[in-house]
């Protein structure tokens, strides 16, 4: 038994189409996902804009009604549990996302965000005020924050700084799976690599199960154990990071393999 697995995940839209709206289209933008997760991996998905990336990743995190299939974790179909239990398991599964300055809230301080993620778990420390700070500094400290910038408001970070913050936040309710959906792609790319590596370094020391989107492969690349190559809403192919980029069997990862620049000054 895998730790988490998608078992044939189906969202199938229905858009109107036509001058009047009378037809209806159906958009099949995930179509029969199945995967092996397993605990403490780093899974990659790479595909072009449009083939499903971020659709799938709300079916995981359960924000979404499959049309059809489902999401296991540790044995348990998600689905079939009753929905206060299901808003508990909420805290298990977090996700980070491109633009750090609209998922925060730039009317809250450092210290507001994350001690609001932290009592997601802990709601406790709400009543203990140095333990509360203590918890956040020690969270700054995790993902490269200064804990002095605790009173500090986003906008008051740069670019990089406020995704860490994205990141801290992300790590408050002691998550079992980080859901990462184009996580550098607004970044320099000077940026983004420290942003990578210290999202290796937190699935390492915390034994994360991430899994991390990106439409560039070499982004994905660079951080993932093993590549699932989606397009029009199908895996089709899945590998080592590293045979990925030595043998691409499907025409999509060879495409995207050709969309990297080959020399980097
Ligand atoms: N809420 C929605 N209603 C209708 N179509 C949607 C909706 N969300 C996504 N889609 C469509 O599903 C397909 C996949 O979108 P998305 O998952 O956002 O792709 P990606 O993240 O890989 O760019 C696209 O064709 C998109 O237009
Ligand atoms: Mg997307």
Redesign the pocket.
């Known amino acids: 038994m895998a730790y988490l697995e998608l078992q044939d995940l189906t969202k199938h ?1 229905t ?1 109107r189409a036509g001058l009047f709206g009378g037809e209806r289209q159906i ?1 099949k ?2 179509d029969g996902v199945s995967l092996d997760i397993e605990k403490g991996e780093i899974l990659g998905l790479v ?10 990743s ?1 079916l995981i995190m359960q924000l ?1 009604t499959p049309t059809a299939g489902s999401v296991v974790l540790e044995g348990e179909r998600l689905a079939d549990l009753p929905k206060a239990e299901i808003r508990q398991r909420r805290r298990d599964f977090q996700m980070i996302f491109q633009d750090p300055y609209s998922s925060l809230n730039p009317r809250m301080t450092i210290y507001s965000t994350l001690v609001e993620a932290i009592a997601t778990r802990h709601p406790n420390i709400l009543q203990d005020k140095s333990a509360a700070e203590n918890a956040v500094s020690e969270l700054m400290e995790r993902v490269g924050l200064d804990p002095r910038f605790i009173r500090k408001y986003p906008h008051e970070f740069s670019g990089g700084q406020r995704q860490r913050i994205a990141i801290a936040r992300a790590l408050g309710p002691e998550p079992k799976l980080v859901l990462a ?1 184009e996580p550098v792609s607004a970044l320099d790319v000077s940026i983004q690599s420290q942003i990578l590596n210290l999202l290796r370094q937190l699935s390492e020391e915390l034994g994360l199960t991430m899994i991390f ?1 990106s ?1 560039d492969l070499s982004v994905v690349r660079y951080i993932a154990d093993r590549i699932a190559v ?1 397009e029009k ?1 199908k895996i089709v192919e899945l590998q080592q990071a590293e045979a990925l980029f030595d043998s691409p069997s499907s025409d999509c990862a060879k495409m995207l393999l050709d969309a990297i620049p080959q020399i980097r000054a």
């Not at 595909?47 to 799938?56: D, H, P, V, W």
Request: hydrophobic letters at 35%.
């Open positions: 839209f858009k958009v933008a995930v595909g072009e804009s449009g083939c499903g990336k971020s659709t799938l709300r979404i959906d989107i439409h989606m809403g």
